[in-house]
């Protein structure tokens, strides 16, 4: 844990420690399209880091689409008993095993 200025240990903000893997993973994607070998290995390191200290992605896409499971769908839910999610806006994170921001995700069609 961190120290304050009086020495007492001061609570990690996991959200906040969520959210900034998550902007890793969305720098990871864009870097993927640059082409820049260095700049891609920083940031698979920079991943690496957060996966050591514990905290791992989930990115949904692909998978069959179950009503009740915890994702934050983005517009509407098409009609229909095949749906899988086509996109994902954001991964799940979890740290310590913990869900700290459910995943952000797009439903479709598993026909379309």
Not at 3 to 9: C, E, K, N, S, Y
Not at 14 to 22: K, T
Not at 46 to 52: N, P, T, W
Not at 66 to 84: H, M, N, R, W, Y
């Amino acid at each position: 844990m961190a120290q304050g200025d009086a020495g007492a240990p001061q609570a990690v903000d996991l959200r906040a420690v969520a959210r900034a893997f998550v902007e890793a993973w969305r720098l990871e994607r864009r870097v993927r399209s640059l082409e820049d070998p260095r700049l891609a290995e920083g940031v698979r390191r920079l991943l690496g880091e957060f996966e050591a200290a514990g905290c791992r992605l989930e990115d949904p896409v692909g998978t069959r689409f179950v009503d009740g499971v915890t994702f934050e769908v983005i517009g509407d839910v098409p009609q229909g008993a095949s749906l899988k999610v086509v996109e994902t806006i954001r991964p799940a994170v979890y740290i310590g095993g913990q869900l700290q921001v459910p995943a952000q995700v797009i439903i479709g069609s598993e026909e379309g």
